[in-house]
């Protein structure tokens, strides 16, 4: 029972991995093309890519469970990338966020929409408690906020978010 039981979790873990790795190839083919087309994917925002990390990942609207599983999330009520304002994203630090475990100050990140290009630089990293909204909060300024849980490799729901905030370039 304990075998079949194994088989079946490592059945359903590779289900979700494979959906979440064509979604992201899919989704990201929208970015690669001129940016005067219309996406052809409902909800998708952009794409995030931070060069000295090898990282990319697709951005979709929404941060439900069901959308977190296939891409990074914008966190709904704040601001869209070219506007002042603060841009959310979360994403889960198990899958798709897991390099964020590595970023640095100064790193650049790039979010590519179907209007253009903007590009970022890290200007912070910090922890705070999940409560701790106020990092969402606009300031004046066009910036990115990427969310995820801390610590990287703690099981079950963690204690703690880990924020990176860059200001635009």
């Given amino acids: 029972m304990l075998l079949t039981t194994a088989v079946g979790l490592l059945g359903y873990s590779t289900v979700v991995m494979a959906d979440t790795w064509m979604f992201q190839r899919q989704a990201s083919l929208q970015f690669d093309t001129p940016h005067t087309q219309a996406p052809s994917m409902d909800g998708l925002v952009g794409r995030l890519d931070i060069p000295r990390l090898g990282f990319s990942v697709v951005i979709a609207e929404g941060t439900k469970d069901s959308t977190l599983r296939r891409a990074a999330g914008h966190i709904g009520g704040t601001g869209l990338p070219g506007r002042p304002g603060n841009v959310g994203i979360a994403g ?9 475990k590595d970023i640095r100050l100064n790193d650049v990140i790039t979010l590519t929409t179907l209007q253009g290009e903007y590009r970022y630089r890290v200007v912070s990293t910090k ?43």
């Fill in 92 to 100: 889960h630090r198990d899958t798709l966020f897991r390099p964020l």
């Fill in 127 to 169: 922890i705070v408690t999940p409560s701790n909204v106020a990092v969402l909060d606009p300031d004046g300024q066009e910036v990115l906020t990427l969310v995820t849980c801390y610590p990287f490799y703690f099981v079950g729901p963690s204690p703690d978010r880990f924020i990176v905030r860059a200001k635009r370039l």
